[in-house]
């Protein structure tokens, strides 16, 4: 609406174009949220920063969204209200300039997007927050409509780049696999074992998204990769912890076959990713010390396999891990790497240090990480299947020369589209107006003898986007569809070898004593990281990764921060050696 149609006293005039301020603050968050939530296209990976990580941003920027939003609408309504206007536009679709509903719509869905997933909430009721998240749909569509097409060519990159790599992700996941086998643990933790191209290599503390359709169409939920592609050709493993409702029903069903002896046939699985960093930057680190709370080992356990691998000309020659759990059943977790615990590894020197924290030792239990372990009740489950795995391995991304075609065809059929149809449905009489200009800010495009309604190019950008899609996802599939057939290798079940492992019975060869159990007592990370760099001789670069909650990665970084050597000083008079303490944070959880 016009504002001199409107007779504003002054401080309402002024109100009102504050408000329309805060709009464009909300645009400008906008323009970037979809950028950090990119997957397979992802940008961040070029800087090398982890999606679990560059999720932040779009938590911080979906923050601002939704607040410069509420300020601008709330002030919008607010001045309307004391004008009396407001019953006469708010529910009125506006034919020309900004279509007001279509604002309403785009606010109370953006803040119901917001409300739902915020940490209460998503990590309380996680499906609530995956399928209100869906309205990004109706929250875009609208914003175009009220906006008008200029102001939502400034959120068109995000948009455009978002809705190809979710389009390249639907396309990865019709490609169905299946669970070779699955290790069912005392603490309430299953790990599967899937088959993957020989050829998909993929960094530890990577991780993938996971579907499993006889248990949910629709939900898709984050694992960390626990296997090393360096080790492990042929397979890849994640490992959940069954804290929730999907979580919950993966472990009941496999328990019941495990209690039953009824073999299971098959276990279809769909799979995203893997996602993770573009190289392998712990290997760089002299020493590396590591901390873990609870599931948070999982990242862990690939990168201690990827150690393991005698193939690497640069690796740490000393690794400290610190793993804090709350029962003794959770030390379960490190038997897929039980055997690199207890084996020599070649120019190593591995420690572990197992807090327990809220069980009491028992007289007549085991006293060691080995006893612990030897003991630990781990049920393997084999997935009867078909005997060419070759159907079901996991191929991963398509290369970066294929995905940057595709972005180009893709763009180049927008743009075409977008050309031909506004040269089709938007007369050049209109865009040659002298007054089209001075009426751009309000999406209104006027002639001497007609007006144009503002959805005529809207439309025009949803077809054009539409089509360009589906275009996209057509030459997806096709390339997907020649990697399958052309470039699939054929394994067989012995070569996969899904049982072909055992953890329990092992033979020690480093002394026992270099792993500890702490029983009933949090870890004192000061004291232990000091105790680790009085070890080390000479200077030394320390990679010190955490992952667990939130309160241990604060007290590690604080420690870190406090230390002079995190910002490149050393202060002789405290300590002997000259250490540089690098803090890293892991996240086995979005």
């Known amino acids: 609406m016009p504002l001199k149609t409107m007779n504003l006293d002054l401080w309402q005039l002024k109100y009102f174009r504050v408000a329309t301020r805060f709009g464009l603050l909300a645009e400008a968050c906008l323009s970037l949220l979809l950028f950090p939530v990119l997957r397979g296209l992802s940008m961040f990976r070029l800087l090398n920063i982890q999606f679990a990580a560059s999720v932040k941003y779009h938590v911080w920027l979906g923050t601002g ?31 020309t300039g900004r279509v007001y509903v279509a604002g309403v719509i785009s606010l109370v869905t953006g803040f ?28 875009l569509v609208s914003f175009l409509f009220h906006a008008g097409d200029r102001h939502f060519y400034w959120i068109l990159p995000g948009a455009f780049l978002f809705g190809l790599d979710k389009t390249l992700r639907i396309v990865q996941s019709r490609s169905e696999s299946c669970v070779l086998s699955a290790r069912l643990y005392s603490c309430k933790t299953v790990e599967l074992v899937l088959p993957k191209d020989p050829r998909l290599n993929y960094a530890p503390s990577s991780f993938i998204f996971v579907n499993i359709p ?8 984050p694992f960390s990769i626990t296997s090393s592609s360096s080790v492990d050709k042929h397979t890849m493993s994640v490992m959940m912890k069954c804290e929730g409702k999907w979580t919950d029903s993966v472990y009941k069903k496999l328990e019941e076959a495990s209690v039953s002896d009824t073999n299971i046939n098959n276990i279809t699985i769909r799979v995203e990713g893997p996602y993770g960093p573009t190289s392998v930057d712990f290997l760089r680190y002299d ?36 793993f804090s759990v709350r029962t003794f059943q959770d030390i379960n977790m490190l038997v897929p790497v039980s055997h690199i615990l207890f084996h020599s590894i070649h120019n190593l020197n591995l420690k572990v240090k197992v807090f327990v924290t809220q069980d009491k030792k028992h007289s007549s239990g085991p006293t060691t990480l080995k006893e612990y372990l030897a003991q630990s009740q781990v049920q393997t489950i084999h997935i009867g299947t078909d005997k060419d795995f070759s159907r079901f391995q996991i191929l991963g991304h398509e290369s ?5 075609t595709l972005v180009i065809l893709t763009v180049l059929t927008f743009l075409g589209v977008l050309i031909s149809l506004s040269h089709f449905f938007i007369p050049n009489e209109h865009k040659k107006h002298s007054n089209s200009m001075k009426l751009a800010a309000s999406g209104e495009l006027t002639t001497g003898k007609e007006k144009v309604p503002s959805w005529v190019p809207d439309l025009v950008i949803i077809v054009s986007y539409v089509i360009a899609m589906t ?64 070890g080390l001789r000479g200077w030394s670069s320390i990679g010190v990764l955490v992952c667990g909650p939130e309160s241990m990665k604060e007290d590690v970084a604080s420690i870190c921060r406090q230390r002079f050597q995190c910002f490149g000083v050393d202060d002789s008079r405290t300590i002997h050696n000259k250490v540089n303490l690098n803090f890293h944070s892991l996240n086995f959880s979005l």
């Open 400 to 404: 970066f020369r294929r995905l940057a």
């Open 214 to 221: 006889s248990m949910s169409q629709f939900q898709w939920h």
């Open 287 to 322: 020493t590396l010390f590591l901390v873990a709370g609870g599931i948070g080992i999982t990242p862990f356990l690939s990168i201690l396999q990827e150690l393991a691998c005698e193939n690497r000309l640069k690796s740490p020659k000393s690794v400290q891990l610190v």
């Open 65 to 95: 969204l939704v607040f410069f939003s509420l300020v601008h609408g709330g002030s919008t309504l607010f001045i309307w209200s004391i004008s009396h206007h407001i019953e006469e536009e708010i529910w009125k679709w506006q034919k």
């Open 112 to 139: 119901l997007m917001w409300i739902t997933s915020l940490p209460q909430i998503r990590r309380k009721r996680f499906e609530t927050f995956y399928y209100t998240h869906h309205l990004y749909i109706v929250f």
């Open 471 to 534: 275009i996209g996802g057509l030459a997806a599939i096709i390339l997907q569809w020649r990697r399958l057939h052309r470039e699939t290798l054929r394994m067989t079940k012995e070569e996969v070898n899904p049982q072909g492992r055992n953890f329990t019975e092992l033979t020690p060869i480093v002394p026992i004593e270099e792993h500890g159990i702490h029983i009933g007592e949090r870890p004192k990370f000061k004291e232990i990281l000091s105790e680790f760099e009085m």
